[in-house]
Each structure stands twice: as structure tokens, then as C-alpha cells.
């Protein structure tokens, strides 16, 4: 396994390659849900690339960007298991110039829900993974379902400025408990990820509920909310695949999502019915 830092070498590198170029950009302190990601990026390409940056641009003054979790070495571990063929690293310092060109997150998608409560990250995300995938030119790059509306609107900048790179979702991992994996998950007291549960929980109800028959978003939001009372909702929210607000769900086109603070952590989760 090769370990880059360094843009131009990694392109170099990369010129010389035949095949085709399977890519898992990630912000480290990897779990399975990262591990599920790379696993099909090795089964399905000749090359795989994961890459490990901590996106300033795509925190908010007062989140987390100082201390959210850096495993470099757990990180680069993992991805030898794993088979990856190159880890980039890249630096603040090679990735950002000054005054720059932005890719500006659309204005309904990139602003609604996640976009709402955290104005600009999706533009901090976007500007990011449009650098990467100029870097490495994937042929295929692999997001999770986890994070629902980032990669609807990765998939829409990928159509809207016709970039040439197939984006493959991939399945939400969760722990043996229920909770959705996810980086943050380390911020969690035990008593805070017992009261984090009832985030899965409620989703879990609420698609039993639905297969029963009920659609309506109105009763279905009641029962979520019955579960949800030991955390603090931000929102929950039923769209479409294109993240418009539905008042009946339909099987195959609607996507249920949950944000709530236990404690100070900022959890996010979803499924897709
Ligand atoms: P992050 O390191 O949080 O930026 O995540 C890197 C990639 O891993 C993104 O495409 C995420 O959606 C994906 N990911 C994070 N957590 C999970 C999970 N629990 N299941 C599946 N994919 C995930």
C-alpha cells in the first residue's frame, strides 16, 4: 500500500495506471461504515484510493474541525487490511489556495435540513470532492447512504457539471446496537449512546409502521416523536429522493431522516423506504 501526500506525485502516479480507478474520500477515524465503502471499491475496480482530510471548509466557526478525531495510524492499518492500493493524504496548505473559485451548493437542495442548520457545508463539501475527483479522476466513487443529502448532491453536481465519475451509494452501516456508525460516535458517554438509540429505534417503528400500511407522514411523525423524547430533535424530516417534503410515503421514493443533539454530539440518521 502507498501512502501520498503530496498532489503531484499522487497524479504521476496515477498516470501510468491502466484500468479503472475505484475511489472512498473519507475524513478518517475510519469504522466499518468507511470499511464497507472500500470494501466494494476493491471488489469493483483494478485500483482503489482512499483518501484521509479533514475538510476545514466544510465545518462551521464553533463545530468540532479542532477536535474531531484523528487515527492516522488506526486509519492506515485498516486500509492494508482492507487492500487498499493508495492512501492520499493531502495538506491544508496543497488543497486551498487564497481568494478561490467556489462551487456553491444549489439553492434548495444545499439548504434545506442539513443545509439549514449548517449553512455552507455542503459548499465546503462540494469544493472539496470536486478538488478530489480532479485529482484522482475515479471512475467510480463510493458515499454512504448515512449521509443522504451529501450524496444527493454530489450526485447532482456530478450531473450538473457533467463530471465523468459514476457515484455509487452504498448501504448505512450500523453497530450491533442499532446506532448508525459514524466518527462522531467516540463523543458518545455510554449514558448518551443509550439515549442515542431511540434515534434507530424511531426510525425502525416508524418502517414497521409503514409496512403495515400507514403512509401518513402526519401519524407517522407522532410515532417517531414518542421515541424520540430522552434526545433533542432538531428535525425530523420525510422527503422524496430529491428532498422535497411529502405528506404520504411512497415505497421506493421516500427518504425518512432524523438530526438530534444528545448532549453536545450532533447525530444525524435515516432510511430509505
Ligand atoms: P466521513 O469520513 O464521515 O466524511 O465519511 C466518509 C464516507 O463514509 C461518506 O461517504 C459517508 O457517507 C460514509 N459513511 C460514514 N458513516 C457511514 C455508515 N455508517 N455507513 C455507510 N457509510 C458511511
Not at 190 to 204: E, F, G, N, T, V
Request: aromatic share 6%; net charge neutral.
Amino acid at each position: 500500500m502507498e501512502i501520498i501526500k503530496d498532489i503531484q506525485k499522487l497524479k504521476e502516479r496515477l498516470r501510468i495506471h491502466v484500468g479503472t480507478i475505484g475511489f472512498v474520500p473519507t475524513m478518517g477515524a475510519l469504522h466499518r461504515g468507511h470499511v464497507s465503502l472500500i470494501d466494494r471499491s476493491v471488489e469493483e475496480n483494478d485500483l482503489s484510493i482512499v483518501s484521509i482530510y479533514v475538510n476545514p471548509t466544510q465545518f462551521l466557526p464553533g463545530e468540532d474541525l479542532q477536535k474531531y478525531p484523528r487515527r492516522e495510524e488506526a486509519d492506515l492499518k485498516i486500509c492494508k487490511v482492507a487492500d487498499v492500493d493508495i492512501v492520499f493524504m493531502p495538506q491544508s496548505e496543497e488543497i486551498y489556495g487564497k481568494d478561490e473559485v467556489k462551487i456553491i451548493a444549489p439553492r434548495y437542495g444545499g439548504f434545506v435540513l442539513e443545509g439549514f442548520r449548517r449553512p455552507g457545508h455542503f459548499d465546503g463539501v462540494l469544493q472539496i470532492v470536486s478538488k478530489l475527483f480532479h485529482i484522482v479522476h475515479p471512475t467510480r466513487a463510493y458515499f454512504g447512504k448515512k449521509d443522504a443529502q451529501q450524496l444527493y448532491l454530489i450526485q447532482k453536481m456530478v450531473r450538473d457539471l457533467m463530471m465523468d465519475v459514476d457515484v455509487v451509494p452504498c448501504e448505512l452501516m450500523r453497530d450491533s446496537d442499532g446506532l448508525a456508525l459514524s466518527s462522531r460516535n467516540v463523543y458518545l458517554s455510554d449514558d448518551a449512546r443509550q439515549k442515542a438509540l431511540a434515534i434507530p429505534r424511531s426510525l425502525k417503528k416508524a418502517a414497521k409502521s409503514i409496512s403495515s400500511g400507514q403512509k401518513s407522514v402526519e401519524k407517522l411523525t407522532v410515532i417517531m416523536k414518542e421515541t424520540l423524547c430522552d434526545v433533542e430533535l432538531e428535525y425530523i424530516a420525510f422527503v422524496d429522493r430529491d428532498f422535497h417534503p411529502i405528506q404520504e410515503v411512497e415505497i421506493k421514493n421516500s427518504l425518512i431522516l432524523v438530526a438530534a443533539k444528545v448532549g453536545n454530539v450532533r447525530l444525524i440518521d435515516n432510511i430509505w423506504i
